[in-house]
Every structure is written in C-alpha cells, then in structure tokens.
C-alpha cells in the first residue's frame, strides 16, 4: 500500500445519485486499475488504464460506470444513478509500467448506496 | 505496519521446482485470498481460505492458514515460468476492511 491514495475511504449516497471515486497512484505510476468487491467474494477486475487511455474495461459495467486517468490529477471512478447493488468496495492499484508485474494498493472506498 | 504482509519481497527460482510465500496479518479474519499479477493485466483470484479452515488446494496450489499464528503461506508446486508475477494476500475481516499486503515477486526461470 506504499502511496496509492483512494478517497473517500467511505460514501454513501441516495439512489440516483452520482458516486465519485477518487485514486492518486504512487508518484511516477502510469498504470491504474479498478476493482470491486462485494462481500465475501473476491476483487472483480472492472478497468485497467493509463495515463489518457483504457486499455482494458472488459470487467466495466455497459451502463452507468466510467473511469479515466487524465494526465494530470488522480483516477476517476465515477457511477452515474447508482443503485442498491452498487454498494461494495472499489479499490485501485497503481503499477509503474508497462511489462511490470508490480502493483501497490490503495485502502479502497465503500460506497454504500442507500 | 500493515495488515497482509508477505515475505519474501521477491523470489527467484528455476523451472520445476517449489515456491513458498507467506503472508502475516494482524486482526480477527474472515477469509483470506491469494492472487496473482501478471504484468499489464488485472489481478488473477487464486484461492480464498476461510477462517474456519486450515488447508486448500487448487490445481498447482497449495494454501495453509494457521489462525493461532495469522499467517498463510501458498505454495506453488512445479512451477513454470508463467508463473512469473507478483503475488498478493489479501484479508477479509468480516466485510470491515478488505487490505493487500504489499506482494511477492516470484521469478521462474527457464
């Protein structure tokens, strides 16, 4: 968990509602991923970007999530009208470059959708 | 320090033979979860091991879990060199805080 920062750690917001998560990945990392979890179960793959592009959004919902990595400032999760089952936590990991296998954790935000 | 630690940091070892990772944590856990990193890609869910269990195998893998300790090690057996990735725990305590340690980088080499 060396640096990456996620916030918030906790959010709850009303049904239909706009959900915001944030990541700053470790200074001089260009590579984020996104994950969910739901209780009990496993991380979830959602997106793999960087800096100004989406490699990978198999894991994405079709409706209602994107993500972006600009080049200046943190990763952006965002969920659009959420719903009850959005409710989980969603963390992002940061990787230096391409080829590395290498990647740090954030502490992951809750979002609570109620 | 942290909650999920593994050791060691980094790991070479040739074609064929075994590896063994460990992860200390520090609280109460539910469950606890073994993945993998392939270089560019997402994280790869391996194993997950629940409190109440003391050992789980999955193909190659091999995950103890010693509560008394909290600690967990995960072995993989005749390893090949697409094992080659970094490799996490990561622990659950009863849905509270779900936390990565910082990962074992495991080389294979041919």
């Known amino acids: 968990n060396a640096g990456v920062m996620q916030n918030p750690r906790h959010l709850v917001r009303r049904r239909g509602q706009e959900a915001r998560l944030r990541c700053s990945p470790v200074?001089?990392?260009?590579?984020v991923y996104w994950y969910r979890q739901l209780p009990e179960e496993g991380l979830k793959f959602m997106v793999y970007?960087?800096?100004?592009?989406?490699?990978?959004e198999s894991g994405m919902p079709k409706e209602r999530f994107s993500a972006e990595f600009p080049k200046e400032g943190p990763s952006i999760l965002r969920i659009q009208q959420v719903v009850r089952g959005d409710s989980a936590a969603y963390f992002c990991?940061?990787?230096?470059?391409?080829?590395?296998?290498?990647?740090?954790f954030g502490q992951g935000t809750r979002l609570t959708v109620v | 320090s942290q909650q999920g630690e593994e050791d060691p940091q980094a790991l070479s070892i040739q074609e064929g033979e075994n590896a063994t990772m460990n992860c200390s944590y520090k609280t109460s856990i539910n469950n606890l979860q073994w993945y993998r990193q392939n270089s560019g890609r997402g994280l790869v869910h391996l194993i997950l091991?629940?409190?109440?269990?003391r050992e789980k195998h999955s193909g190659r893998l091999r995950v103890t879990l010693d509560t008394s300790k909290k600690s967990s090690s995960l072995l993989i057996t005749a390893s090949r060199a697409a094992d080659t990735a970094s490799y996490f725990c990561?622990?659950?305590?009863?849905?509270?805080?779900?936390?990565f340690g910082p990962g074992t980088r495991l080389s294979v080499l041919p």
């Open positions: 990991a940061s990787s230096p470059r391409t080829g590395s296998t290498e990647a740090f």
């Open positions: 200074k001089g990392h260009s590579h």
């Open positions: 990561a622990t659950d305590d009863y849905g509270q805080n779900f936390v």
């Open positions: 091991i629940r409190s109440n269990e």
């Open positions: 970007l960087q800096k100004e592009n989406i490699i990978d």
